[in-house]
């Protein structure tokens, strides 16, 4: 199996990040684009993989190929390798607002696509991912696609209808969830707790309460009440988020992105 990745920023760095270290396949049949020479050498020393600046080959290479450059220019992306495309070559593309009958169009032909969306965590291999198909995919391919876009954490196969909600409520929710993080932090620090030991208790207290949703099954609200105790200090800070507008804020915030979404 041979991949390319049509772009290598950070989403790129992540997924092969991922592909490796689940060994998948080996470095050398991996190919990453870069439209910097001086990138491809540092993309090829760091992780050992092919790199190439030409988009065209890297496409014409592979058996899959994950089209990871940014929303803007995808359009002028396929246009420019969609000739070197197969009928027999599967498309993973990460973009938001990209549907599959927007992306067939644009290779104006039959084409093997499968949409996703990942999100930063992918880095550390704690990512959720979202994925739809079109018809032309297997329940082969559809599986090998799984496979890699697991290989850096979780993914859910929804209906294509659903990706504008995915990408609101994991895609863009990280930076929702750093800046909570540093808010926390920020008033650890105002009561005298060193900045680097803010961040760390912080971040476990939200790692920590991501673990008890996803392993114990409970419902956020039953987990919530359990650490609220009758006249204790959380039920305070509680009434305090909630005459604040914490969840009508959360809320709002992800339907700004699914509707940024639907339109890019």
């Excluded at 956020?220 to 009758?230: A, F, I, Y």
Aim: aromatic share 4%; proline share 3%.
């Amino acid at each position: 199996m041979k991949i390319s990745f049509i772009g290598c920023g950070n989403m790129a760095k992540a997924m092969i990040g991922g592909i490796l270290k689940k060994q998948l396949c080996d470095a050398k049949n991996i190919m990453a684009t870069n439209s910097s020479e001086k990138n491809c050498v540092r993309n090829r020393q760091e992780m050992g993989i092919e790199t190439t600046t030409d988009n065209r080959a890297a496409a014409g290479w592979a058996d899959i190929v994950v089209l990871s450059v940014k929303p803007q220019i995808y359009e002028k992306t396929i246009a420019e390798i969609k000739d070197v495309i197969t009928k027999k070559q599967l498309v993973i593309t990460i973009a938001p607002g990209k549907t599959l009958a927007w992306l067939a169009d644009q290779f104006g032909k039959d084409v093997k696509l499968i949409r996703c969306m990942p999100n930063t965590p992918a880095l550390v291999g704690e990512g959720m991912t979202g994925a739809c198909h079109n018809e032309l995919v297997t329940s082969q391919e559809l599986e090998t696609a799984l496979q890699i876009l697991n290989s850096f954490g979780r993914t859910v196969v929804v209906s294509e209808h659903l990706m504008d909600a995915v990408g609101g409520v994991s895609g863009s929710s990280p930076a929702y969830i750093f800046m909570m993080i540093e808010a926390m932090a920020d008033a650890a620090v105002a009561e005298g707790m060193p900045r680097g030991q803010a961040y760390e208790f912080a971040a476990q207290a939200v790692l920590g309460s991501a673990k008890l949703v996803l392993e114990t099954g409970k419902h956020p609200g039953e987990l919530k009440d359990m650490v609220c105790s009758p006249g204790g200090t959380t039920i305070q800070g509680v009434g305090v988020l909630e005459e604040r507008g914490f969840r009508s804020a959360m809320m709002e915030a992800i339907r700004a992105c699914v509707e940024k979404g639907r339109n890019m």
